[in-house]
């Protein structure tokens, strides 16, 4: 079997558009006279991603046509797969204050300083029941929740929804060139890693078949057994904490991320693994993140895709193993390089139990509820909140500790 | 994804040769005047998996170059992937009353009813020298134990040289057709499944992804663990039980089924995998084997073959992980169905460690030697013979009981 790690999506190599050296000096200068368009903290991490390559073969935010076709096929209108748009709002004032063939400075918020240059290629706008067709192709789901609908209360429910909902009315489209990255890995720029980073290492391992771990929590032991079932049927596990903007009540990044660091630390071999973190806001469009989760590890060298239990997913909108299931259902791409090349390595949700004498899960677990451990997130957080202790068969004692010290200081200061 | 099975070996569907109804009875009245040719009891084990489709896409026993062929280049004659060769030796004075043209009936041990017709296409020899050339090129290992050679001492401690070495040197080809298979599974017929019933059976599952699960011991919780690591990221698993003659000191099939059968009742998801076994004398031609034992659940319909440590081998003549390894090293036909299409699920030796709290590999266990509980089955036996106990880390309590009983009565028997 040769080394050779799976192609990035859309098939002609990553696109990156970072800019270095002279030319970013040289760049950032002009930069600083161009027309100021200030952009959220979602699309400047959208922004990272495309620049970096991660969102191979996006090379900058989409058009309108690109945005309808997304929504609708799940494929670019090139006849590429993807799965969620990908579009930069921007305020009204601003908008009418830029034109077509306009190259504009793109500001994340907190600074005045340019993270990347636009060429403005379309101006667009969406309207509200265009944002609630988008809502109803990304996020509808078919769990317990979804029947509603969205428009009538799902802004208050579903964070991914009222995020769209919220944004504004215009939209830029066209390529963008990186000019400064900013801090976004919540004090911890050594986790960021770019595709092309990741593919060498992968490469220096001597990896090819490469698993991803998406996560937003600081590894429990059924994220462990996720991790460690890939492992034995990988070459390697890249380990991606999501280090952007999640729903209030999450774990913070840095706090998720010294977790995972003590796992690493005593319960996993640290050649076999490798932790990285991206700048990504979350969706919570469960199956269609869960692609997109897919997307932007075959860019970074990851041949498959660990799929959990409501990947993604939040409160009730989806079923349990929506996420799993949508992977049977994509378009086939008239190209071969346009397919999705990152399959997913489906595990139902783990847990101890105490007649396997260890983790397990509905696939490998014959015995009775009565003698697997399970416990929900939610539970946990109030347990350890209370300075109560959790169980070592659902989170490891060294990381407890951390969440422990975490609610107590959160407790103290909120 | 649509639930299609891995297709069988040699692109061109299953060669099944099984006479039914009145042909059957036809043939066998027929068979009763060909010519008596008496087979071993492995070539009775291959006879079987030829006329079933097990070892598609032959149709019958080797000619001389394929047996070359496939000794020095793992491909038949026409260029289809084959690692191991399936001769028919017989006696010389059989030998001499049979011409090229003819058909005889094939008669096995222990009985005058005929097995199977076949029609000689060649008569050939292999003298000692050629059997010598057979073994160094099958049974070579890279272990401590292969360096001094097959020639000097290994008929005495390999069992598969030995068996080679012992052969006739007088050999039929040519294709052959099942008269009567049989009691070749220890009385338990019900667990021979051919390639034609496990495909249904997987079918109506709606499996596609099938991983089989090679077995010639009793299922110890490593064994246990190998399987369920299979079950998490697989549609189902074949495990499969090796029912032909094994080397002296190796526990009996009608033990290890009993085994096996128990700790899936106690401790797996039915629904979740299927046992069977196979008639076939292991060879213990480690990484060699491995690769036979691909080629024959692909037939099968799985589409992943789970190797552990020192997968069909024997002493030290391989070296660990040498039949994961040889995976990596196969010809690549020219024809893409004559490609091996069942691809390896490598796993490394499992143990339990008490610092993991759970079964581990070398893979995802981090900790210290004495945090981890493994045994060899050597002294497994000798605790068990000696009407000692075993801890349930290593075996499970159920199973542990069956071969305390069982060496029990081997002890006051023999």
Redesign the interface.
């Known amino acids: ?1 040769s080394n050779k790690l799976v192609e990035p999506h859309g098939g002609s190599g990553l696109s990156i558009s970072v800019l270095t050296g002279e030319a970013l000096d040289c760049e950032q200068k002009r930069a600083r006279s161009l027309p100021k368009v200030h952009i959220s903290h979602r699309a400047m991490g959208d922004l990272l991603m495309i620049c970096t390559g991660a969102f191979s073969p996006l090379r900058g935010f989409m058009t309108k046509e690109d945005w309808k076709s997304v929504c609708g096929e799940m494929l670019l209108t090139d006849g590429c797969f993807w799965p969620i748009p990908v579009t930069l709002d921007i305020a009204e004032a601003e908008f009418g204050s830029v034109s077509v063939g306009d190259e504009v400075a793109l500001i994340p918020p907190g600074t005045e300083e340019a993270a990347a240059e636009m060429t403005i290629t379309e101006k667009f706008v969406l309207d509200s029941s265009e944002k609630g067709y988008e809502c109803e192709c990304v996020f509808r789901g078919h769990g317990k929740d979804s029947l509603t609908g969205f428009r009538e209360n799902a802004l208050e429910r579903h964070p991914g929804v009222k995020m769209v909902l919220q944004q504004h009315d215009h939209y830029l489209a066209g390529p963008i060139r990186l000019l400064n990255s900013g801090d976004v890995m919540s004090g911890r720029p050594d986790l960021f890693l770019t595709p092309q980073q990741t593919r060498t290492i992968f490469t220096e391992r001597n990896w090819s078949n490469v698993a991803a771990l998406q996560l937003r929590n600081p590894m429990h032991r059924s994220h462990e057994y996720l991790c ?6 990988c070459d390697g596990v890249l380990i991606h904490s999501l280090a952007g903007r999640l729903k209030p009540g999450d774990i913070p990044a840095n706090v998720r991320i010294r977790c995972i660091d003590k796992l690493i630390e ?5 050649r ?1 693994v490798i932790h990285a973190a991206y700048p990504l806001d979350m969706r919570y469009a469960g199956p269609r993140e869960a692609l997109l989760h897919a997307v932007f590890r075959q860019n970074h060298g990851c041949s498959k895709m660990i799929i959990g239990r409501d990947h993604a997913g939040v409160g009730k909108f989806y079923t349990e193993y929506e996420a799993q299931e949508i ?2 259902r994509i378009p086939t791409p008239k190209k071969e390089g346009y397919a999705l090349k990152c399959t997913p ?4 949700m783990a847990f101890y139990c105490t ?12 015995h009775e509820e009565q003698f697997q451990i399970t416990i929900s997130g939610t539970r946990v957080r109030e347990i350890l909140s209370g300075g109560g202790s959790v169980s ?2 659902l989170i490891r004692p060294e990381i407890a500790e951390i969440l422990e010290k975490y609610y107590q200081n959160e407790n103290l200061g909120a």
């Open positions: 079997m460690k079932t890939a492992l034995e049927v005593k319960y996993f071999v640290p076999n992977f049977d390595l489906k595990i139902d007649k396997c004498d260890g983790m397990a899960t509905s696939r490998t677990c014959p070592p068969k």
